[in-house]
Each structure stands twice: as structure tokens, then as C-alpha cells.
């Protein structure tokens, strides 16, 4: 393994995405195993309440997401810098008086 400044942002990349993996599906000592610990069903229903969401609030959630990810979809397509020919122009060859 050398030097850290020699890897690349593909590198950092893998790295991060291997973390996630392992992160994802490593079991959790924290929490008990299924059936124990857990309230019975009439105590479950006294510490949690249903809360009914109003539509016209899940409609804004939902707008404001989709929202948000095609402005970052539109902002990665098009903050991309133009493709330039290899002689350093925008025009295409043979456009040129």
C-alpha cells in the first residue's frame, strides 16, 4: 500500500461502497434477538399512535423530493464542461472560412 495521495477518487470511492456493504449486512449486537424483550401487543398499542399524514402534506413531501433530485440529475448533466475539439475550437472542422 503506498502513499495516500496516489489514490485515486475510483479508490476512495470502492473503499467507501465496501464500508456501506459491510455496515449493511453485519448483524447488530446491540439489538435482542426476535421474541425477546419485546412488548406484547396491548402495551404496543399504548406507547405507539397512529398518526393520519393530511394528503395535501404528503403531496409537498413527495413534490419537494422529486424536486430536489432532478435538480441535482439537471445540475450533474448539465454543470458537465463542453466537449472541445482537439485543436482547442468549439466549432466543427470545415465551418472555418
Known amino acids: ?11 476512495w470511492i470502492g473503499i467507501v461502497a465496501g464500508l456501506g456493504v ?3 449486512i ?5 439489538l435482542p434477538p426476535h421474541g425477546h ?10 406507547q405507539f399512535q397512529k398518526i ?7 403531496l409537498i413531501v ?4 422529486l424536486g430536489l433530485m432532478g435538480a441535482e440529475l439537471w445540475w ?10 482537439p485543436d482547442g475550437g468549439n466549432q466543427p ?5
Not at 393520519?52 to 404528503?58: A, F
Not at 413527495?62 to 423530493?65: F, V
Open 1 to 11: 500500500m503506498g502513499s495516500l495521495s496516489h489514490w485515486t477518487l475510483s479508490h
Open 22 to 24: 459491510m455496515l449493511a
Open 26 to 30: 453485519a448483524p447488530s449486537p446491540a
Open 37 to 46: 424483550g419485546e412488548p406484547d401487543s396491548a402495551n404496543r398499542s399504548e
Open 52 to 58: 393520519d399524514q393530511p394528503l395535501w402534506l404528503k
Open 62 to 65: 413527495i413534490t419537494g423530493g
Open 76 to 85: 450533474f448533466v448539465f454543470s458537465q464542461p463542453s466537449a472541445k475539439n
Open 93 to 97: 472542422k470545415g465551418n472555418s472560412p
